[in-house]
């Protein structure tokens, strides 16, 4: 057998492709918002940030329903989320704004980008972590990136959608980033909606409120993007309540097992023969 001879590569089938190219054209869309925010065109750059949250939020479906999740895949997917969710924000906050403040603003900036790379590490190493239960997997330790860009973007989506100079400040836009960055890289449960199931009769409201968003963004894109953050917001104590509930009714159970295995070793040993 002639081992000089290489075999013929493997074509890769379509599907495992289709998710990578959506996760490339949410890259394209982080760096676009970057050169954007260089021209000052804030509108455009807010667009380019709201297109890349889109696209991340269905190449992982999409990977999912055509069975072309990978290992590569999930690490491309990363690398994404820290370009258009950790630097782009970042850098568009600086340049509208932080650049005012002297070395606090490019300070500030750096933090949001650094815990938004911390918060990215952990996810991954957390991912195959074994032994957790079932309900974990709707929640979130700390804020995800995307809604982080969101929420630290707000004060611009404000100024754009009503014209005031009140949110382009450098003492409103700093304490933003700073609070959010620390979200991100806190313990705090949010709701993680890749996996939750809508009740039956929760069906119907949920593709009306579906509808309403979309005819939002088509009629008033800023005022549906800055609801639909404020609702994010007011979610998070709700996750953190549901979250501690599920935990303790855990540990009940845990507890009632511990209880029931030490009066059945109680009950073996009061049957034992006498030596």
């Given at each position: 057998?002639?081992?000089?001879?290489?075999?013929?590569?493997?074509?890769?089938?379509?599907?495992?492709?289709?998710?990578?190219?959506?996760?490339?054209?949410?890259?394209?869309?982080?760096?676009?918002?970057?050169?954007?925010?260089?021209?000052?065109?804030?509108?455009?750059?807010?667009?380019?940030?709201?297109?890349?949250?889109?696209?991340?939020?269905?190449d992982g479906r999409i990977a999912r329903?055509?069975?072309?999740?990978?290992?590569?895949?999930?690490?491309?997917?990363?690398?994404?989320?820290?370009?258009?969710?950790?630097?782009?924000?970042?850098?568009?906050?600086?340049?509208?704004?932080?650049?005012?403040?002297?070395?606090?603003?490019?300070?500030v900036a750096l933090l949001y980008s650094?815990?938004?790379?911390?918060?990215?590490?952990?996810?991954?190493?957390?991912?195959?972590?074994?032994?957790?239960?079932?309900?974990?997997?709707?929640?979130?330790?700390?804020?995800?990136?995307?809604?982080?860009?969101?929420?630290?973007?707000?004060?611009?989506?404000?100024?754009?959608?009503?014209?005031?100079?009140?949110?382009?400040?450098?003492?409103?836009?700093?304490?933003?980033?700073?609070?959010?960055?620390?979200?991100?890289?806190?313990?705090?449960?949010?709701?993680?909606?890749?996996?939750?199931?809508?009740?039956?009769?929760?069906?119907?409201?949920?593709?009306?409120?579906?509808?309403?968003?979309?005819?939002?963004?088509?009629?008033?894109?800023?005022?549906?993007?800055?609801?639909?953050?404020?609702?994010?917001?007011?979610?998070?104590?709700?996750?953190?309540?549901?979250?501690?509930?599920?935990?303790?009714?855990?540990?009940?159970?845990?507890?009632?097992?511990?209880?029931?295995?030490?009066?059945?070793?109680?009950?073996?040993?009061?049957?034992?023969?006498?030596?």
């Open positions: 057998m002639d081992r000089s001879r290489r075999r013929p590569l493997k074509g890769l089938p379509i599907n495992r492709m289709i998710p990578n190219i959506l996760t490339l054209l949410a890259i394209c869309a982080g760096l676009s918002a970057i050169r954007f925010a260089l021209m000052e065109r804030w509108e455009h750059a807010l667009l380019a940030i709201l297109v890349a949250a889109i696209l991340d939020g269905l329903i055509l069975k072309g999740a990978s290992k590569f895949g999930a690490e491309l997917d990363s690398l994404s989320d820290f370009v258009c969710f950790g630097v782009a924000p970042a850098i568009m906050l600086y340049l509208w704004t932080l650049q005012y403040a002297t070395r606090f603003g490019w300070t650094v815990c938004c790379a911390l918060r990215l590490a952990r996810f991954n190493t957390a991912i195959d972590q074994p032994d957790q239960p079932t309900w974990t997997r709707n929640y979130f330790t700390g804020v995800p990136s995307p809604a982080a860009a969101g929420l630290v973007l707000l004060p611009m989506i404000l100024s754009a959608q009503l014209g005031e100079d009140l949110f382009r400040q450098p003492l409103v836009v700093g304490p933003v980033l700073v609070v959010v960055a620390l979200l991100m890289v806190s313990a705090i449960p949010t709701f993680s909606f890749k996996k939750f199931k809508v009740p039956p009769q929760w069906v119907l409201p949920t593709m009306l409120f579906v509808g309403v968003v979309a005819a939002g963004m088509v009629s008033a894109p800023w005022a549906t993007v800055s609801a639909l953050l404020v609702l994010y917001v007011g979610s998070i104590p709700v996750a953190v309540r549901s979250h501690r509930r599920l935990r303790q009714r855990d540990a009940e159970a845990v507890e009632a097992r511990s209880t029931i295995a030490e009066a059945a070793t109680v009950a073996d040993d009061a049957h034992l023969p006498p030596n």
